[in-house]
């Protein structure tokens, strides 16, 4: 069974930054795509990059040009480096790995939380 770990989540002013990361483990198969949603109050959770093992990235509108999806495929770890962060980026941030069967598991989320 596969278990995917968030950190990094935290309280930053508007324009700031920080960057999120996630490992999966226990995995008997390759890790193929990984990524981040995000969860705000009250709205449903939402996409916001993800990346293949060959590094092929995907974005939300909403992140393009802040966010950095990146990972290391030796550690199965996934990072989200979020840049210039607005009020409205405040979330909590879910990692998901798939395994090559496509079997999808996500983190337990980590809470971002953007304000002065």
């Known amino acids: 069974q596969v278990q995917v770990v968030e950190s990094g989540g935290g309280l930053v002013q508007p324009g700031g930054s920080l960057r999120l990361s996630c490992t999966a483990s226990?995995?008997?198969?390759?890790?193929?795509?990984m990524g981040w949603y995000r969860q705000a109050p009250g709205k449903e959770r939402e996409l916001v990059a993800t990346?293949?093992?060959?590094?092929?990235?995907n974005y939300a509108d909403s992140v393009k040009g802040r966010f950095t999806i990146s990972r290391d495929n030796a550690r199965n770890t996934v990072y989200l480096q979020l840049n210039s962060l607005k009020p409205e980026d405040t979330a909590v941030y879910f990692c998901?790995?798939?395994?090559?069967?496509?079997?999808?598991?996500w983190g337990q989320g980590t809470q971002v939380t953007v304000s002065s």
């Open positions: 990346i293949t093992r060959s590094g092929s990235t």
């Open positions: 998901h790995a798939d395994t090559l069967l496509a079997v999808r598991a």
């Open positions: 226990g995995s008997r198969f390759s890790i193929a795509l």
